[in-house]
Antibody, heavy 121, light 107 residues
Framework: EIQLQESGPGLVKPSQSLSLTCSVTGYTITSGYDWSWIRKFPGNKMEWMGYISNSGSTNYNPSLKIRISITRDTSKNQFFLQLNSVTTEDTATYYC??????????????WGPGTMVTVSS | DVQMTQSPSNLAASPGESVSINCKASKSISKYLAWYQQKPGKANKLLIYSGSTLQSGTPSRFSGSGSGTDFTLTIRNLEPEDFGLYYCQQHNEYPPTFGAGTKLELK
């Protein structure tokens, strides 16, 4: 079965960059589907951040567009999140997830367990 | 962005009971609403998409209804493993957006 697993630093300083990795097993990320990052803030609000498609194209939430980058390493079957110029408001649990490709298919059928990131000096 | 308003925020029930969780969109999203279950330390689970289509593996005691702006998740005959946090999410329009969550607790 497909599994996703997030990894990365749990603590990031304000103004620095947050970098996370999503490792996928049981499915090849170039075979299909889109691969997203989603976060959950303290207080439970959820925000979709962006995705990288199976072909390598990206699509970002306009609210984050100038700070976010999603890339991938197909040889390792991993994709990555980089969020620049973080503030304490970026403190959240970060999830990677898979969604079917195509308009109106932006629901997420497999998720990682999430990794908590705190932004603090 | 489409705003999703979920209610109630908290819900207490006993095993065997039935409960309903509501989700209201700020504009019509046709039938394109998903429901998720979230539990600490576990991957989020997609329960329903496109308003009423059960994801493979979702027990039949879960059902989804609604279209346009108003949607409902109903859980019949609650099992102990059903307690947790539930989210709705619209997948009609970019960017996808989520409700604020409903915590279903054991009474």
């Amino acid at each position: 079965e497909i599994q996703l697993q997030e990894s990365g630093p749990g603590l990031v300083k304000p103004s620095q960059s947050l970098s996370l990795t999503c490792s996928v097993t049981g499915y090849t990320i170039t075979s299909g589907y889109d691969w997203s990052w989603i976060r959950k803030f303290p207080g439970n609000k959820m925000e979709w951040m962006g995705y990288i498609s199976n072909s390598g194209s990206t699509n970002y939430n306009p609210s984050l567009k100038i700070r976010i980058s999603i890339t991938r390493d197909t040889s390792k079957n991993q994709f990555f999140l980089q969020l620049n110029s973080v503030t304490t408001e970026d403190t959240a649990t970060y999830y990677c997830a898979r969604s079917p490709t195509g308009r109106r298919y932006w629901y997420f059928d497999f998720w990682g367990p999430g990794t908590m990131v705190t932004v603090s000096s | 962005d489409v705003q999703m308003t979920q209610s109630p925020s908290n819900l207490a029930a006993s095993p065997g009971e039935s409960v309903s969780i509501n989700c209201k969109a700020s504009k019509s999203i046709s039938k394109y609403l998903a429901w998720y279950q979230q539990k600490p330390g576990k991957a989020n689970k997609l329960l329903i998409y496109s308003g009423s289509t059960l994801q493979s593996g979702t027990p039949s005691r879960f059902s989804g209804s609604g279209s346009g702006t108003d949607f409902t998740l109903t859980i019949r005959n609650l099992e102990p493993e059903d307690f947790g946090l539930y989210y709705c999410q619209q997948h009609n329009e970019y960017p996808p957006t989520f409700g604020a969550g409903t915590k279903l607790e054991l009474k």
